[in-house]
């Protein structure tokens, strides 16, 4: 994980032409890349098993955007635009109470599964969705 006493810089682009040396991400992002690229997830309070309540993906396509929904109550989302048959990954959200269980990583996978599955391309401006796909060869396809 990232040290609290400093700022660890990483340039990704994004729409306004980043990386310049300008772009640092804020702490929730960090915390969200540091995640998806750890060598192991800490099992902190992840349900178990026979939990009541599932972690499921839902396509919200009129908003352009990916949701991870616990019961009735939305901890994580991925917005993207479309640019032809690319699909720009714009941001990665984790709700700071569900962060370090691997939230994260597991819904970037849910979406490019699904990307993949409709046949088309990945362009990742979220640095978040960059660090997992650079830690995840078998989706190297999707960057077309």
């Known amino acids: 994980m990232s040290d609290s006493g400093t700022t660890r810089r990483i340039e990704y682009p994004d729409a306004a032409g980043y990386p310049d040396g300008a772009g640092t991400l804020d702490e929730g992002t960090l915390a969200l890349v540091d995640e998806v690229t750890a060598a192991a997830i ?10 009541d309540l599932e972690i499921s993906v839902h396509h919200r396509v009129a908003e352009l955007r990916y949701t991870a929904v616990l019961g ?7 917005r993207y635009d479309l640019a032809g048959d690319r699909v720009v990954v714009l941001t990665t ?3 700071p109470d569900f962060r370090g ?5 597991d819904l970037i996978a ?9 046949g088309l391309l990945v362009t990742a401006r979220c640095p978040v969705v960059a660090a ?3 830690g995840n ?3 190297a396809d999707l960057a077309g």
């Not at 269980?101 to 990583?105: E, K, S």
């Not at 849910?110 to 409709?118: N, P, S, T």
């Open 101 to 105: 269980r691997g939230i994260a990583g």
């Open 72 to 78: 009735d109550r939305e901890i994580g989302s991925i």
């Open 93 to 95: 959200m984790v709700d």
């Open 132 to 134: 997992f796909l650079a």
């Open 137 to 139: 060869s078998q989706y």
């Open 42 to 51: 800490h099992q902190v309070d992840v349900p178990s098993t026979d939990a």
């Open 110 to 118: 849910d979406v490019l599964d699904d990307i993949r599955d409709r």
